[in-house]
């Protein structure tokens, strides 16, 4: 029986829990390394279109140069220059070809020579590059062409595709680059396509040259991060599910845990194996026996008498203790009303109530039924609250102690001195009875300090107009002590272990017979 416990779940949260805690650290793994590839993807988009800008301005820097050079030449006759175009294409490694344009015509080409075709400046973006899927020599093959003019005179040099394609295409890259140029776009199919680029889904980066009218667009496939995520995190993603297999094991073992635990004391009620064992208590004066009180016990089938301090703690977290003790109330009252003639007057029968039943109005309904199965005005209850939980001041709260005093049942605040009740708190419910704490009563004779309290204790008790109970008197030295200082009533193995109700029986019988004797 685990002694620190939670409250509970419901039946259909207690099977998606173990789900839900499971998956949290993968859930939560899985978004971190979502988050780290989308961002490891967008530095690798953003390079590779940096990358390829770079290399396609350097294929542009050399085609320009030889245009430069040509533009001079140009007006000039096609045949006198022709091997000025060729020289270019000779030593120049990108350019694929030259050609001479004057007055709006192209009049003069390093491939045929004199050629007539005219320029229509409208096809480069800003006058200087057209991206074309292929010419009259080459259909089909794209090529890019640079132009520089200067009045009527000009010259055009242009690039084969293939160069732009292997930077498009470079092994490294693994990205989706399309070079873009005015209306134009290609991407690494090597097809020309009159369209904007569209937007990647995947980390989208567009990158445009500062010196040549083109850019470049990057980016990836919707499927790119969880590919990413495979093949870069694998120990990573192993470890996400292991841990969440652990959590999710951990909750399922503790809750049924847990759950073991509240049907083995629901077994243990149907059972009615919740015993009450009585413990007198006497008073200060004559030691004679003034009342009892009423403790828990287990009558556990395999465990034997089990101590309620093993079990209370749980059930006072599940919230059985309430019908536990209401079958504690039915139990002590079949065992003792029988036998109601041989309880003194006045008889005082004390019963532990935890905080949290002080909240439920049906406390006040077992109380009336435990009175109403002795003779009317025989015995007094006494509700023992422990001072180490305090009760929560309710609308309930102050329903139900209002019908409890109504009733004639008393209250006693169990454990005095351990926790820290104030004036306040003792007034609002109307104590009848403090009950000193066993540790300060051990202390009698020991601890100088300890006894001042306990001192203050009964002061501020007989101040108060309450009555006052000692508890855990084991010797003589504790017994005499508190007498002297007119503690009422006196309770602890000094005078009778807690015993069942057989046996409190017989010793109640055998009181009797020696009272009838000695008068
Ligand atoms: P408690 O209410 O303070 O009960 C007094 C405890 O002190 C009892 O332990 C009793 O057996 C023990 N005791 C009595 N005289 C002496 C003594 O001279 N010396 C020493 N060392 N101990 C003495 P028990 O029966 O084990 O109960 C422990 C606690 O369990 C109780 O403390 C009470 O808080 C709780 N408990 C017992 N029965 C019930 C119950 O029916 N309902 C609730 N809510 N709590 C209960
Ligand atoms: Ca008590
Ligand atoms: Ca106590």
Not at 22 to 28: F, T, W
Not at 48 to 59: G, K, W
Not at 194 to 205: K, L, N, V, W, Y
């Amino acid at each position: 029986m685990p002694l620190s416990v939670q409250r509970r779940p419901r039946r259909p949260l207690r099977i998606a829990l173990p789900w839900l805690v499971g998956a949290l650290p993968l859930i939560c793994g899985l978004l971190i390394m979502h988050w780290q590839a989308e961002r490891e993807l967008q530095s690798r988009s953003e390079s590779s279109a940096r990358h390829a800008v770079n290399q396609i301005e350097r294929i542009l820097d050399d085609i320009s140069a030889a245009a430069k050079e040509l533009l001079p030449l140009a007006g000039r006759p096609c045949l006198a220059e022709k091997l000025a175009l060729r020289d270019q294409v000779t030593r120049r490694a990108f350019v694929r070809s030259t050609n001479l344009e004057f007055k709006g015509e192209l009049y003069c080409s390093s491939l045929f020579g004199p050629f007539t075709e005219p320029v229509n400046p409208a096809d480069y973006t800003q006058g200087m590059l057209w991206l074309m899927s292929g010419n009259s020599v080459t259909p089909g093959h794209p090529l890019l062409v640079y132009r520089i003019h200067e009045g009527e005179r000009g010259a055009i040099t242009t690039v084969d595709g293939e160069h732009l394609l292997n930077i498009l295409r470079l092994p490294d890259i693994d990205s989706h680059l399309v070079l873009q140029v005015g209306r134009y776009r290609m991407d690494r199919s090597g097809k020309v396509q009159d369209s904007q680029p569209p937007i990647a889904d995947i980390a989208p980066a567009a990158l445009t040259s500062t010196r040549y009218p083109f850019s470049i667009h990057s980016g990836y496939g919707p499927d790119k991060v969880g590919q990413l995520m495979r093949s870069e995190f694998p120990a990573l993603l192993a470890l996400l599910v292991i841990l969440g297999a652990i959590a999710g094991v951990t909750c399922f073992w503790q809750l049924r845990r847990a759950g073991s635990s509240r049907a083995e004391l629901q077994r243990a009620m149907e059972a009615n194996e919740f015993v009450p064992y009585f413990q007198p208590v006497v008073r200060g004066s004559d030691y004679r026996w003034a009342g009892v009180e009423v403790l828990m016990r287990w009558q556990h089938p395999r465990e034997g008498l089990v101590r309620p301090d093993l079990f209370i703690p749980f059930a006072e977290h599940s919230g059985q203790i309430v019908p536990m003790t209401r079958q504690l109330m039915q139990n002590t009252a079949r065992a003792l009303a029988p036998y109601a003639e041989l309880l003194g007057e006045d008889f005082h029968i004390g019963i532990n109530i935890t905080a949290d039943h002080c909240q439920d109005l049906a406390l006040y309904e077992d109380c009336q039924a435990f009175l109403a199965t002795f003779p009317k005005g025989k015995v007094h209850l006494t509700l023992e609250l422990t001072e180490r939980k305090l009760v929560i001041p309710t609308d309930v709260t102050r329903v139900l102690f209002a019908k409890l005093h109504e009733l004639g049942v008393m209250i006693a605040l169990d454990d005095f001195g351990t926790g820290q009740s104030s004036l306040a708190y003792l007034r609002q419910f109307q104590v009848d009875y403090l009950k000193i704490d066993q540790s300060f009563v051990a202390m009698i004779g020991v601890d100088a300090l300890s006894l001042h309290i306990l001192d203050s204790i009964i002061e501020l008790s007989s101040k108060l107009g309450l009555g006052i109970v000692a508890e855990g008197v084991e010797n003589e030295t504790q017994r005499d002590y508190l007498a002297r200082h007119n503690v009422d009533f006196q309770q602890g193995y000094l005078f009778a272990q807690p015993m069942s109700a057989r046996d409190f029986i017989l010793a109640l019988e055998e009181q009797v017979r020696q009272h009838n004797i000695a008068s």
